[in-house]
Structures are given as C-alpha cells and as structure tokens.
C-alpha cells in the first residue's frame, strides 16, 4: 500500500523546512543504511490499534528514495514528556547515531496535570543543545491540534507551549514541523471533522486517528525530501 495521499492537489500541507537536512543528505549520497530516530510520547509510539507516524514516514520515504534502506526506528513511549525524553536521549537516540533525529513534544506538558511549561521549554532547549553535539539533524515536532487541547481551560496553555516550541527551536537551530497548523488546516481549509483526525474511540478526543497519522507521515516524508534537497544548492 502506496501511503500517500490520492488526490496530490490536496489544499493543506505542512510547512517547508527553514533549515537543510545536512546529515541526512550525506547519507543518501552513500550507500549505506539510513537511520531516523522517532522520540516522543503516544504519537511516536502508537496507541490502541492506530498506525503512528514513524511506520508511515518509513513506507514514504523507501517509496521516495526506492532501493535505499530507510529505517525509522521508533522510540516513543506513551505518556512521556520532555523531562522523561530527554532522560533517555544518549541511550535511546545519540547511540544509533542516526542520520535524523524527530523529536514529537509538548501535548503532554498541556494535557497532563502538574507541568510547569517553563521547566518543560527548558528540558526541550537542553535536549537541543545535546543533539546539537551529535551529527544527526534535528526536527521538533509540536501539538496535536485536538479537542482535548483546545477546550477553554487548555487553550491558554496550548498556545504558550506552541510559542515556546518555536522559540526555542529557532534558537537552536531546529526544524520545526508544524503539526498542530497542519491538523487545523485538515479541519478548516479541507473541511474534515475532528471524527476523521482525532481516533473516534478516544475518549479523551487527544489521539490521532488513522487518517491523520497517514497524512502526517507524508507531509513528514516530503517536508525531509525537500529540506535534503536544498544541500549543496547553489544560491540564487
């Protein structure tokens, strides 16, 4: 199964890139094995029958680059946020030494009780900083546009985290996938229900659902195509 969208002239897509994929172009100019990290919580590691996203960008991303080896290893664990990921960083992503790391953050810090959002926006800016040492290029990616995160007493929250995840990244240097934008452009510029984005059978109306999943692992897909292509481009 070709895991892309049918219709190519599809209105919402994700954002390109701001910074290229260095590490990531090298290596598909070599002809040995590619390695993605997948850290983060329940959207990384899937949840209840919903195929996530890192299996979704692997199938892409061996359709876009036929004949190469793309692996996407996923190191997700639900429930997790920043201060538990970045706990986990050396043992979990810098030892595979991959090619590029994505690191899914910030839900959490929102829907769970107990997050001071500062304390959160200092553990991702540190765990930047030591991606930062390794030869691995580095995308951060931000909230889930759901009802649980939008409802009166979230939204405030949701916001500030969404604007911390942008600062910080741009300080570092990081890519930023703009899931939360490219969820809202699902539901208001393509129309579809939150029933279709959002797992109908959460009761929490917080995972993604199927469809979702799918269209971010493409969006994902050529998001990385794109920002790999621009290495060694002459300027205009």
Known sequence: MIDQPNNRYIPAHAGAFEYPLINFA???RAPERIKIV???SSSTAGEGDIVPYPYRLETALRIKYPGRLIDVLNKGIGGEEAPDEL???RRDVIVEAPALTIWQ???NAVWQQGHDLDFVAAKIDEGLKLLAGAATDVVVMDLQYAPAVLTDDKIDATRR???LITKIAAANKANVFRRFELMRRLVEV???SFD???DPTDPDRL???DFSARRIGYELCEAIAAAAAKVGESPA
């Open 38 to 40: 997948a850290i983060g």
């Open 161 to 163: 985290m969404l604007s």
């Open 196 to 198: 279709t984005i959002i």
């Open 207 to 209: 995972h993604q659902s």
């Open 190 to 192: 393509e129309r579809r």
């Open 26 to 28: 090298r290596c598909l």
């Open 87 to 89: 706990g986990r960083m």
């Open 105 to 107: 953050v910030g839900t």
